[in-house]
């Protein structure tokens, strides 16, 4: 069974300045796609980031990219230049190419300091 | 804008008594998806929709039932709920069942049980 693990429950970051959450996943296909989603307090989830693992290339989004590391089966998320609205918990998850059923990480409860 | 509208977003119920959350759409998606998300947890799928569909995970109890009478709105029903039942619940849609499709996830309903 695939399973997914963000070490890291809380950080804190000063404004303006850069972050890295750490998500490590177990799988034994080849084929799957991984995601941040972002839940700011009392708003819903939205999509961050996504990664297909048959591209060997990094993806990134303004401030978001990820260090994509198949063999060693991590994906950690980097925000450059910290903002006060990026003060949310971020989940890492796991999507399977044989099934739609996304597999959440706990959550690493990020807070952007002034 | 097009989005996924959960009704309503706080919700107190008795212990035993029945509860119905909503869920609506207007992103005319084929798949709509039901977690439990408890604090400072994960989201936990508890079944979606494709179509008319209905695909319920293994582990989701008999407590919990789900009716989609339309494309736009899917409802959770609770049939007797418990203390263990208090939680965020959210609901989430996608195009289709691709694994690269992303889910796009309304604000939640938060549960709780007297």
């Known amino acids: 069974a695939q399973t997914v693990t963000q070490s890291q429950p809380e950080m804190s970051v000063q404004e303006a300045e850069t972050v890295t959450l750490s998500c490590t996943y177990d799988?034994?296909?080849?084929?799957?796609?991984l995601f941040w989603y972002k839940q700011p307090p009392s708003r819903q989830m939205i999509l961050v980031i996504r990664?297909?693992?048959?591209?060997?290339q990094n993806a990134t989004e303004n401030r978001f990219s990820v260090n994509f590391q198949k063999a060693a089966k991590s994906f950690s998320l980097k925000i450059s230049d910290s903002q006060l609205g990026d003060t949310a918990m971020y989940f890492c998850a796991f999507k399977s190419g044989a099934t739609n059923k996304l597999i959440f990480g706990t959550g690493t409860l990020l807070a952007v300091q002034p | 804008d097009a989005m996924v509208i959960q009704n309503p977003r706080y919700q107190v119920t008795q212990f035993g008594k029945p509860v119905t959350l909503s869920c609506s759409q207007t992103l005319n998606h084929n798949v709509m998806y039901w977690y439990q998300q408890k604090s400072s947890q994960a989201p936990k799928l508890l079944f979606h929709?494709?179509?008319?569909?209905?695909?319920n995970e293994a582990d989701t109890p008999d407590n919990f039932q789900s009716r989609r009478p339309n494309t736009s709105f899917c409802f959770l029903d609770i049939r007797s709920p418990g203390l263990g039942d208090a939680a965020m619940y959210l609901c989430?849609?996608?195009?289709?069942?691709?694994?690269?499709?992303?889910?796009?996830f309304g604000p939640g309903t938060r549960l709780t049980v007297l």
């Open positions: 990664q297909e693992a048959y591209k060997q």
């Open positions: 929709y494709y179509d008319k569909d209905f695909n």
């Open positions: 799988t034994s296909e080849n084929n799957y796609y």
């Open positions: 989430a849609t996608s195009r289709d069942r691709t694994s690269e499709g992303e889910q796009f």
